[in-house]
């Protein structure tokens, strides 16, 4: 099961011009909590999937609202060379085909 089957909403926007920030918003607490003990969720797994360095990807959990925001670097600024998306807002992609086990 990919994380984009479990989450309601993936979306990345930037956060700053240096910083991605990618929302996962669920309906389900059970859902919610499989990806949050998944073993393919990490800060290293993701660092991997985004080519950045794992101790710059941060995990935030808000049980309260069922919503998980992954923050990390851009590997360029917003609107500098080399830059495809100056709003972040398809970064979310290598994340939500994440595979999460059942």
Same mark, same amino acid.
């Given at each position: 099961m990919r994380l984009y089957d479990l989450a309601r909403v993936c979306r990345s926007k930037? /956060?700053?011009? @240096? =910083? !991605? =920030?990618?929302? !996962?918003? @669920?309906?389900? /607490?059970?859902?919610? /909590?499989?990806? !949050?003990? /998944?073993? =393919?969720f990490t800060p290293e797994h993701i660092a991997e999937l985004y080519e950045v360095p794992p101790d710059k990807v941060q995990i935030k959990p808000f049980e309260r609202i069922l919503t998980v925001k992954v923050a990390l670097p851009r590997r360029c600024s917003s609107g500098g060379p080399g830059d495809t998306d100056v709003y972040g807002c398809q970064q979310h992609f290598p994340l939500g085909d994440m595979v999460i086990d059942p």
């Open positions: 930037n /956060a700053g011009p @240096f =910083t !991605l =920030t990618i929302d !996962l918003m @669920f309906e389900r /607490a059970e859902d919610y /909590a499989k990806v !949050l003990s /998944a073993p =393919t």
